[in-house]
């Protein structure tokens, strides 16, 4: 077989996830027989990567369980650690200037050093206090290369590797593996709240290119897989049919 990103042929590879696996992704949403090589599997697991941080927080308080069905926990986003113990769920956020020590014992950084940081703010309404965080969304460049993998793992579990190794997703396949140019991918939210992995059939717009929709917890994407984007206003269209004027945004959000 040969690899649906480099071309070249691949015999060391048996599973590929069409999501990551640390998001729950089931065995039998990968695509089998050799399709993707050792050599750009690790070299897209930085896609992977995050596309995961930016579920991180959502996926440890549905209880997704990390990779080998570790329990779930969030370290990397600097003033927040969250993890689980035998007493249920624990969470320290820091929103001070300084480092502080949270559950864990570990130093919290402050807040503001890092673009993954969490921005807690806590209400008092009388007798009740209510605490609501706020997580930038989809800033970087490789989560958006890494929804681009995912579309076009999707399209390859539903129409196979012949079909996905076409030259028209040539340019789908220069901007996951390096970055080469800009794609937009338009994200709606679901109307339930629940975490959820989902990939559907494909289908062809009118310009005869095909467009991909697949689910990541509880946002729906929809990826025009078009050379040059030319089906991305009849996709957009769709979007606002389908999720109503306010029930969907694009990114990256620089290029609306
Ligand atoms: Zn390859």
Redesign the pocket.
Known sequence: MQ??????K?ADRDLEHIFPAALGCPDHMTLSGNV??K???NKLSKLDLAVCDEFDLFAFFSGVPRRGGKTPQVLNRGNLIATIDPSGPKVSINMDQDPSPSHMKQQLGPYGGSQRNVKAKIAISGELASISAQVPFGQGKNFVRGLLKMALSCFTYHLGPEVASSNRFDPVREFVMHGKGTRRVLVAKGDDSQFLLASYPPWIGRDGNYCVEFRIATLHFLVDLSPDETQFLELRQKAQDFFGPDGFFVLPTSLV
Request: aromatic fraction near 8%; hydrophobic fraction near 25%; proline fraction near 0%.
């Open positions: 690899c649906i990103w480099c071309s070249k691949t993707v090589c050599r750009c599997n």
